[in-house]
């Protein structure tokens, strides 16, 4: 056997040793595990394969004992390993202890693997299938996101049409529409979840799809919301609405933006742009200051 290669693997084979020791006692300091991960570092792109796997078991195991600098650094070397160990950084997805957890939710979404995400994705686990979503939506894939709105967990399908709305994804509101009107009227959780998604891509029909699903659209579950997306709608018949909702203080604020909004979208006609004022020279004096700098916003709109 060659006599350095001899040595090499027996100084490595110490590194892993020691550090497995030291891993494994409460009292060791912080800055010996440190030092020797660092030391491990830069001699571990000569480890083969059976060396990475113990590596990586080992600082699996500093990840379930330490915090702090000690478990930044495990994460760190475990980061740069993972193509070698790939399966067994995925696999702490199933862990009852959050952090590892959390960690190799950190390395998928930094390697930006696409392929083990893609896989989660059909997991029997919903969890699993929640994590592969938030991992889908930190990446910006917005295909893995289109396969969580068909999942049979609401707790995947309304994250997955939050997210697509959160990068803007306009491509994927039928999918979107589709899904919303297969919910239950009584499944309040998931619609009022598809509707701040609508409105937070902009969809100008949302109007027309919470009266689906909301026959008293003046519940204050829905009107704030139902409010906004008449502000969205660049539909006339709803400007009625957020006027009458400037005249009840708790809905006051909400109307205004939506009133900005409707405004931005649309070009109204001189009777409207006139009724616009009259209503608002009405209830002005009822406002706040926050509502009154609105209404200036809104007559500079009107006036340009």
Known sequence: MNKKKFLNDFYMAEELEKLKMLAGIEQAEPDQIVDLLDVIEVKMSSYDDEELSLLADILIYVLSKRRGIVAKRAEELLSVIYPHVRQKIVSLLWSDDPFPRNVALKIIVYRRDR???????????????????????????????????????????????????????????????????EVPPEDIYVLLFFIESFLKIGYSNTVELIKEKFKDVSDPLIKNLYIRACGLSKNETYIKDILDSIKDKDTRSEALESLLIFIREKKLSEDMKQRIKNELAEKIRYMSPEEVEKVEKIYKLIES
């Open 115 to 181: 392929d083990i995400i893609e896989s989660l994705i059909k997991d029997n686990d919903k969890d699993i299938r929640k994590f592969a979503i938030d991992m889908a939506f930190e990446i910006g894939d917005t295909e893995i996101l289109k396969k969580g709105l068909d999942d049979t967990d609401p707790n995947v399908v309304v994250s997955a049409a939050e997210y697509l709305s959160r990068l803007g994804d306009e491509t994927a509101v039928n999918m979107m529409v589709k899904k919303y009107r």
